[in-house]
C-alpha cells in the first residue's frame, strides 16, 4: 500500500463536479463524503499469464512509466536546497523515484544525507541521515519521543486524523512512529513516518500522499457491487482461460489521483486450478493482479 499531492480544493472549483441536488462543490473548506456508484475497473499492474491483459491507466503504467522519469530528470535541477529542522541542506540530484500510488520524487544526496521531494509540487517528503549525526542516546522514552515526533509530524499532517504506531528499533537505537489515515475504517494511503532517537533527535521522516482527503468526512460505496464489478473484470480478462477459477481480495485503499478524482485500489490474486505432485501434495496459481475502480461522486457532508 510511496496517493499524489493535489489538494482538494482544485477538485472542488471544477464545474464538473456536481453532487445530487444539481449544485456545484465550490468552497474549499466544504466537507465532502466520497460515494461509488457508476463504477469502471482498470487493470493497472499484473503478472503475464494466459489472461488478455492490458494497462489502462497510463499514469500507473510500467509501460510508460520511463518515460515519464526520462521528463522528470531533464527537467529538475541539479541542485537543490530544502530545510529539515530548521538547517539547510544543498543536495545533488541522484534519480527520480516513485511508489504507486505516491507522486514521482526527486532524489537528491549530499555529504551523509539525501532527501526526497516532490517532482511536481517540489514539497520535501522525505529526509535520512546516512551516518549518525550526533549521538542517539542510550534511554529511549517512549511517551518523550512519542511528544516530539507529534510535534514535528504536526507541521505536515492532522495528527488528531491518524492512528499511530511505534517501533522501537534496538540497533539504531530509534523510535518509528507510523501515523496512518483511515477514513470510515479504509486505509487512505496517506501515511507518514518519524524516527527518533534516544536522545529526542529527529534522525529522518518519510511521507506518502498527503493532504488529499482533509476535506473527507466519509467513504460509501456498495461492497457487493465492487465485488461484481472485479468479478466481471476478471471474467473478461481471463475469457477463454479454461484453468482460471476464482479470485482474492489481498487488501484494498483510496486514493486521490493525479486529476483529483478519488478511486479504489484493489490488490486481488486470480487464483487457478490446483496443480497436484507426485507425493500428492498440491499448489495454487496465482497471478497478483492491481484494480483501480473509479466512479466516485462528491456529496456534502451533513
Same mark, same amino acid.
Given at each position: ?18 453532487? *445530487? ?9 466544504? @466537507? ?8 469502471? !475497473? ?9 489472461? @488478455?491483459?492490458? $494497462? ?29 529542522? *530548521? ?12 511508489? !504507486? ?56 499532517? +492532522? ?20 501515523? %496512518?489515515?483511515?477514513? %470510515? ?7 507518514? $513516518?518519524?524516527?527518533?532517537? *534516544? ?16 476535506? !473527507? ?11 461484481? &464489478?472485479? +468479478?466481471?473484470?476478471? &471474467? ?18 483510496? !486514493?486521490?489521483?493525479?486529476? *483529483? ?14 496443480? $497436484? ?18 466512479? &466516485? ?6
Amino acid at each position: 500500500m510511496k496517493t499524489i499531492k493535489i489538494i482538494l480544493s482544485l477538485l472542488l472549483i471544477s464545474a464538473m463536479t456536481i453532487i *445530487g441536488s444539481g449544485c456545484v462543490l465550490n468552497q474549499t473548506d466544504q @466537507k465532502v463524503i466520497i460515494e461509488f456508484k457508476n463504477l469502471t !475497473v482498470l487493470e493497472t499492474t499484473f503478472n503475464p499469464d494466459a489472461g @488478455k491483459h492490458a $494497462y489502462e491507466y497510463d499514469l500507473w503504467s510500467y509501460e510508460k512509466e520511463n518515460i515519464y522519469e526520462e521528463k522528470i530528470k531533464s527537467t529538475s535541477s541539479k541542485e537543490f536546497t530544502v530545510k529539515f529542522n *530548521g538547517k539547510k541542506y544543498t543536495g545533488t540530484f541522484n534519480d527520480v523515484n516513485r511508489i !504507486v500510488p505516491g507522486p514521482f520524487t526527486c532524489y537528491y544526496r549530499g555529504e551523509n544525507f539525501s532527501f526526497e521531494i516532490n517532482a511536481k509540487t517540489k514539497e520535501l517528503v522525505s529526509f535520512t541521515y546516512h551516518v549518525s549525526a550526533f549521538d542517539h542516546g542510550q534511554t529511549l522514552d517512549e511517551a518523550k519521543c512519542r511528544e516530539i515526533a507529534d510535534n514535528f509530524a504536526s507541521k505536515y499532517i +492532522e495528527i488528531n486524523q491518524c492512528s499511530v504506531e511505534a517501533t522501537i528499533s534496538t540497533g539504531s537505537n530509534q523510535y518509528m512512529f507510523v501515523y %496512518s489515515r483511515n477514513i %470510515s475504517d479504509i486505509e487512505t494511503g496517506e501515511v507518514f $513516518y518519524v524516527y527518533v532517537d *534516544g536522545n529526542g533527535n529527529i534522525t529522518d521522516f518519510y511521507s506518502r500522499v498527503m493532504h488529499g482527503f482533509d476535506n !473527507v468526512l466519509g467513504i460509501e460505496f456498495d461492497e457487493k457491487q465492487i465485488l461484481d &464489478a472485479i +468479478e466481471a473484470k476478471l &471474467a473478461t480478462i481471463y475469457e477463454g482461460v479454461d484453468n482460471y477459477e476464482s479470485y482474492t481480495v489481498e487488501n484494498f485503499y483510496i !486514493v486521490q489521483l493525479e486529476d *483529483g478524482r478519488f478511486a479504489l485500489v484493489y490488490n486481488v490474486n486470480a487464483q487457478f486450478e490446483k496443480k $497436484y505432485f507426485d507425493n500428492g501434495s498440491y499448489t495454487v496459481p496465482l497471478t497478483p493482479i492491481r484494480l483501480l475502480i473509479t466512479g &466516485a461522486t462528491l456529496k456534502p457532508a451533513n
